[in-house]
């Protein structure tokens, strides 16, 4: 009744940014992300008869109140799954900078559906398990699998076909990521409470939703012939519709910071001196930016000079969920 797993996060490069059911979690868009290698979570869930109620270790801290309630629910939805009420202790371990503005609720919701699924004697498929984690948190139902994947926002209102599919394995395309770590980084509104006034309030939410299906046909056209330019270009202008979308909602909000707006200008600088490099952001201040090996030296000197800028991670795709 013990089973250990491991899961990456991941970076969308066409965003989730929209829920059309909140209970269980259904998005108002497809979106497409790269899992990334750096940032993992390791959990390992243990169902024991002589528990009365979940335990829940993150880094060797006893968790409670709703961090620990988001957990138990989502354990009550396999064990609803499994017809068994037992209850599990949880341990997990999260290489999950927060710092460096990665949530690690993907990696970690991830981790949980594969190692509670696996412990409670569900034998569930990668497609099952992407629906099941879909309900833990949105985005982490991308990092069942490595390398690039596309969450099919699905049209059943139970959420039976709405789950991640691969569209290409990490060993596809060494494409990769730098996340700018900003000195001052304090976040006002999460990024479940943004996207909800955002779909309630902004009058261009509309825009961004007409915008996504073209945003996907050419960004999975550009991920499959490995044209950098072009998956840059989509991924860089879907950002920036995402983050247009909280200028109109009501309160209006931003994530971003001055040192979010100075790392955005000088990559645009980067490339007019021929420099390959984009940008992406998502539910906070800091920029992630793609590019391909051989600019690395460039890309992290370039950015580490930058005054505001506290550190550089740089990270390239990762695999799927694993099992340990
Ligand atoms: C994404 N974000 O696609 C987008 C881009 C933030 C900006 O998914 O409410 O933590 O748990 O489903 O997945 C952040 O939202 O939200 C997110 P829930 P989640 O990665």
């Not at 309630?69 to 799954?81: M, P, T, W």
């Not at 099952?128 to 596309?150: D, K, P, V």
């Not at 060494?174 to 779909?199: P, Y």
Request: glycine share 8%; aromatic share 8%; with cysteine.
């Amino acid at each position: 009744m013990k089973a250990t797993a491991k899961a990456h996060t991941n970076i969308a490069l066409i965003k989730y940014w929209g829920k059309r059911n909140e209970p269980i979690i259904l998005p108002t868009n497809n979106s497409l992300s790269l899992t990334l290698d750096g940032y993992f979570t390791t959990t390992s869930v243990e169902f024991d008869e002589t528990l009365t109620k979940d335990q829940f270790i993150l880094d060797e801290q006893v968790i409670t109140g709703e961090q620990y309630e988001r957990v138990a629910s989502f354990l009550d939805i396999i064990r609803k799954l499994a017809g068994k009420q037992l209850y599990a202790s949880i341990t997990s371990k999260n290489e999950v900078p927060t710092a460096a503005g990665f949530a690690s609720s993907a990696s970690g919701f991830a981790a949980l559906a594969a190692a509670g699924t696996k412990a409670i004697g569900l034998g569930l498929s990668n497609m099952e398990l992407s629906r099941l984690t879909r309900q833990g948190s949105g985005s982490a139902c991308r990092s069942i699998y490595g390398g690039f994947a596309e969450w099919q926002m699905g049209k059943k209102e139970d959420g039976s076909d709405s789950y991640a599919i691969p569209i290409a394995p990490a060993e596809h395309w060494d494409i990769r990521v730098a996340a700018v770590v900003l000195s001052s980084t304090k976040k006002k509104v999460s990024s479940r409470a943004g996207m909800k006034r955002t779909v309630e309030t902004s009058p261009f939410f509309q825009g961004w939703l007409d915008s996504i299906p073209q945003d996907l046909t050419t960004i999975k056209e550009g991920i499959r012939h490995r044209d950098f330019q072009k998956v840059g270009e989509i991924a860089e202008a879907n950002c920036l519709k995402m983050h247009a979308t909280t200028l109109g909602a009501n309160p209006p909000f931003t994530y971003w910071h001055d040192t979010t707006i100075a790392v955005m200008q000088k990559i645009q600088e980067m490339r007019t001196q021929n420099i390959p490099v984009y940008f992406t952001i998502d539910a906070g201040p800091n920029v992630k930016v793609l590019y391909l090996p051989e600019y690395e030296k460039i890309v992290e000197e370039t950015l580490r000079s930058l005054s505001g800028v506290a550190d550089i991670r740089l990270s390239k795709p990762g695999q799927g969920v694993t099992y340990l």
